[in-house]
């Protein structure tokens, strides 16, 4: 089992104290007004999916969700009534993803050795994944899952294509994201202050100069961005 095999890499010493932040403070503007993370799937809503994985992990000490002010109450109770010990606080998102995750990521245990940082509306992930981007993480210090992009990539200006992207080397990163804790406070307190737009913590990692290794990601790994993805991500959850 994974799981030993990791325990297995800690022998000599306790392993590190790792910290989760959990992005859930987006207002789903392109689900046509579904709250993504309150979509009930398997009996459970989105977000239930997407915190229990890393809840039941031995090897994840702490839980930090980061919502919509509106949403605080409802996340709090909805842990309460599925027994997420492991949530230890739910707290404020900001205006951008980015200062989002800067809030959770700095409200983490001041001796946490790493940080895993997840979308909350990213329900599929499995425990295989999430072993498996920790080790990557530890050794690496800055680890994301990645999938190769199979889809032909063509750049469009006006309607008109203007040339077809070769794929070669192209990946889809996906969260879970594990980073030593040092390394992603220094790298989200430096596009914060520069007000450099990023679009996950691995780029602002990236723009420290800092290099980031890919473990190999799952496809049923996906963000429900729109609507149909609910149906995708009830297939993979109710299987």
Known sequence: MLLNKVFKSFASKMPPFCSVVI??????????GEDKIKYIINGKPVLCHSIEVFNNC??????????????LEYIAELCNDFEYDKVVSVI??????TESV???VFSVY??????????????CINEDLLLRIIQ???KY?????AVPVIPTIKMVKDGVVIKTIDRDGLYEMQTPQVFKAELLKAALTNVINKEINVTDESMAVEILGMVVHTVEGLRR???????????????????
């Open 23 to 32: 992005a859930a403070a987006g207002l789903s503007q392109r689900c046509k």
């Open 58 to 71: 031995e090897l994840v000490n702490e839980i930090i969700i980061v919502a919509h002010e509106t949403e």
């Open 92 to 97: 404020n998102g900001g205006k951008t993803r």
């Open 102 to 104: 800067y809030n959770g």
């Open 110 to 123: 001041d001796k946490a050795k790493y940080i895993i940082v997840h979308d909350g509306a990213r329900p």
């Open 136 to 138: 990557a993480g530890i």
């Open 141 to 145: 210090n800055a680890a994301v899952p």
């Open 221 to 239: 790994n996906i963000k429900i961005t729109e609507p149909d993805d609910f149906l995708i991500a009830e297939t993979y959850l109710c299987e």
